[in-house]
């Protein structure tokens, strides 16, 4: 069973729109939501996180959007550029971070 | 400094062949993570180490084992490759009360 569910699987938007990515989770224990990059060939990379007591946080050009009632998160990226094509993970842990579950990703192309 | 550290990179095992996958980080950090990455899969955590001496079980833990050498190294053993084993697997660390996860570059395993 699938602990966060990811959509869309894939995504092609051209340079300077807006991808939204959505994930939603079930277990109201989770409590940190961190949003994941990977190139091919590379190891995903923290991009982002946020923590249910905020409803948005921005870091450049990404955004993460946080539904507590509805159990959602969405990550935005603003102005995008073709070297944001990447996979892109949301997970979600529980405070101790012993343990993450992650989306099944969501590939992204950004057309020139 | 260079962060987390996988190796092999690639590597092509016989069904019933063992072997083991190596990570060691410099980052001082307390947890690491073994995971496996399969296609439309996400990833899976096999075992995770919130400190050395301790090791507990992920979502995916069987066919494998680990041990945490030390503060700097957490080993993944394949005691009995078969097929479903072929994946990328990534070790991760994690920093800030473990909640901010640093991946290594990865190792590809192929088992026939």
């Known amino acids: 069973q699938q602990q966060v569910k990811q959509s869309p699987q894939s995504l092609i938007v051209q340079k300077g729109g807006i991808p939204i990515i959505n994930c939603a989770y079930e277990?109201?224990?989770?409590?940190?939501f961190p949003w994941y990059q990977q190139f091919p060939g590379k190891g995903p990379a923290l991009l982002i996180a946020?923590?249910?007591?905020?409803s948005e946080k921005k870091e450049g050009r990404f955004t993460i959007s946080f539904n507590k009632s509805a159990k959602q998160f969405s990550l935005h990226i603003m102005d995008s550029q073709p070297g944001d094509s990447a996979t892109y993970f949301c997970?979600?842990?529980?405070?101790?971070?012993?343990?993450?579950?992650f989306g099944t990703g969501t590939s992204l192309t950004v057309i020139p | 400094n260079a962060g987390v550290t996988q190796t092999p990179k690639f590597q092509v095992l016989k069904t019933g062949q063992s072997m083991t996958l190596q990570c060691a980080q410099d980052?001082?950090?307390?947890?690491m993570y073994w995971y496996r990455q399969d296609p439309g899969m996400g990833l899976r955590l096999i075992y995770y180490?919130?400190?050395?001496?301790?090791?507990d079980k992920g979502e995916v833990p069987n066919g494998y084992n680990v041990s945490r050498l030390n503060k700097r190294e957490f080993s993944l053993r394949l005691e009995s490759a078969a097929p479903s084993q072929t994946s990328v697997y990534f070790c991760?660390?994690?920093?800030?009360?473990?909640?901010?996860?640093?991946f290594g570059p990865g190792t590809r395993l192929t088992v026939t």
């Open positions: 946020i923590r249910p007591d905020v």
């Open positions: 997970a979600a842990s529980t405070g101790t971070g012993n343990q993450f579950y």
């Open positions: 991760a660390t994690g920093g800030g009360e473990g909640l901010e996860q640093y």
């Open positions: 277990n109201t224990a989770f409590d940190y």
């Open positions: 180490s919130a400190s050395e001496g301790t090791t």
């Open positions: 980052m001082n950090h307390n947890s």
